[in-house]
């Protein structure tokens, strides 16, 4: 029998669609009336699904409830709300939602609903959904403990070593405040997550270190250890997330080359771009997915590419020559290029920056990160082209006005001197004409003010060259979404 929560402030609501769901087979394993204390049911019970009010009690909605649950504990929602505007649909659809029932719905509607979502789920299960599986595999087989964290220090993923290593288990610590439930100090660790969330291209580490700490466990044990940090900016498919691999402080560091290629792997496996990292020989120690996907897409087999430098693998018109890899680590500075590249029979533009990445004052490995810009140079040259036609059409619409403003002192002269030459009833005939003339050179003086109207509200918007401020939207667009930092 099916497990599901409800989440729904008014209890006489709650009970009715409880009494709905026992008649139709599911076991109503509990009813929260905030968003706070579903999530905590959600994590304790563990239902199959989860029925959620929208408006709720509290200072947390139902749509950031859903939300969390879903991200933390992989439980399917369907949103239950009387709410029907497009604002309130639109937020919840950007949401991980399963299904949206708007109030009041009958029995059939609801039991479609949830075996819908329960039969999509379950497939969901059985397929790779893509980045979060590929860290989750990642994590599992590390033998460092690692934690992650979602930006305001919520736990989205521990992995066993972890679990070992603090007593807590995967259930009782996501969802729940990092910094907490270790009893960690967080002053010490936030200048470093906030320069790694802030930091600029020349200054890029992809990894913090911080020490000193002291953590305590669930058995009440303290324990000193060091962190490395890692953080991963939010994609389409992920949300921001802060990596923390634990490093129990026992005398020596003993740590290896392997330990710190670990450590990076995490960084990879969470980043949507492409990127891969070379070492001092320049050659391939680390990549990520999508990285392998692209290479895949474009005829190359990364298989022991560990035994052969870069350069002798990758195409040097979009990566460059041996000369252009080792320029990172001999110069020590961050640089970008922007490059084409063809796979599957399409040409894409990426945007490629190397980064070295150093270890006791010196470059260790080079990072190199790829973010595919194709829609953001083909919107440019569309709106180079529009803003072409925009120029020509003003400077014919203000032609057409100069010769409107050249013809009314001739036609003012033929009206002064028509009714001096002619008879009355031709002088009529041209009175009449030059009438109907004068009417339209008004109606295109009108016409004319309203186009001066909307060519100073394009001017004060940026002008009708439009490529300035798209590329400035695609740059900031690119540093917000860009992958590992």
């Avoid at 509990?30 to 304790?44: H, P, Q, T, Y």
């Avoid at 953080?231 to 710190?260: C, H, M, S």
């Avoid at 109907?436 to 002008?463: H, N, P, Q």
């Amino acid at each position: 029998m099916k497990k599901i929560l409800i989440v729904e402030d008014s209890a006489l609501v709650a009970l009715e669609i409880s009494e709905t769901l026992k008649n139709l087979g599911y076991n109503v394993v509990g009813e929260a009336a905030s968003g706070l204390e579903a999530i905590e049911m959600a994590r304790d019970l563990r239902p199959d699904l989860v029925l959620m009010d929208i408006i709720l009690k509290g200072d947390m909605d139902g749509i950031e409830a859903a939300d969390r649950i879903y991200s933390n504990y992989d439980i399917p929602v369907i949103y239950l709300t009387a709410h029907s505007d497009e604002a309130t649909l639109e937020r919840a659809l950007k949401t991980n939602a399963f299904g949206y029932l708007i109030k009041p719905f009958n029995d059939r509607e609801l039991y479609s609903n949830i075996e819908i979502t329960l039969h999509k789920h379950r497939i969901m299960k059985k397929v790779d959904l893509g980045p979060k599986e590929a860290v989750d595999s990642t994590l599992n087989v590390l033998s460092d403990p690692v934690v992650a964290v979602d930006e305001s220090g919520i736990i989205t993923r521990i992995n066993p070593a972890a679990e070992n290593f603090t007593g807590q288990t995967k259930w009782e610590a996501v969802g729940s405040d990092f910094f907490r439930i270790f009893s960690l100090d967080r002053e010490k660790v936030q200048p470093a997550m906030d320069s790694l969330k802030n930091d600029v291209f020349e200054k890029r580490t992809l990894l913090s270190w911080v020490d000193g700490l002291s953590l305590v466990t669930k058995k009440g044990e303290t324990k000193q250890v060091s962190m490395n940090i890692g953080y991963v900016r939010a994609g389409r498919q992920n949300n921001a997330e802060y990596f923390f691999v634990l490093i129990p402080d026992e005398g020596p560091a003993t740590k290896t080359a392997d330990d710190t290629a670990n450590h990076y792997r995490i960084i990879l496996d969470a980043v949507e771009n492409p990127i891969f990292m070379v070492d001092g020989n320049i050659r391939i120690i680390l990549f990520n997915r999508a990285f392998q996907e692209t290479c895949g897409k474009a005829g190359i087999s990364l298989s022991g590419v560990e035994d052969e430098p870069a350069y002798t693998i990758l195409p040097h018109s979009v990566f460059g020559d041996e000369y252009d890899f080792r320029d990172a680590f001999e110069a020590g500075t961050s640089y970008i290029r922007e490059r084409l590249w063809k796979t599957d029979g399409e040409v894409s533009t990426y945007r490629i920056e190397t980064i070295p990445i150093f270890e006791n004052d010196r470059p260790i490995y080079a990072a190199i990160i790829m973010s595919d810009i194709s829609e953001v140079v083909e919107f440019e040259e569309r709106n180079g082209k529009l803003s072409v036609s925009l120029r020509a059409y003003t400077r014919n619409v203000e032609e057409i006005g100069d010769l409107c403003a050249g013809l009314k002192e001739p036609l003012n002269n033929i009206r002064k001197h028509a009714a001096k030459v002619s008879p009355p009833f031709e002088s009529m005939q041209i009175g009449a004409a030059l009438a109907e003339l004068s009417e339209l050179i008004y109606s295109i003086d009108m016409k004319w003010l309203e186009y001066e109207k909307v060519k100073k509200m394009v001017e004060s918007a940026g002008g009708f060259d439009l490529v300035p401020a798209v590329k400035s939207i695609a740059e900031e667009g690119e540093g917000g979404g860009e992958g590992a930092h």
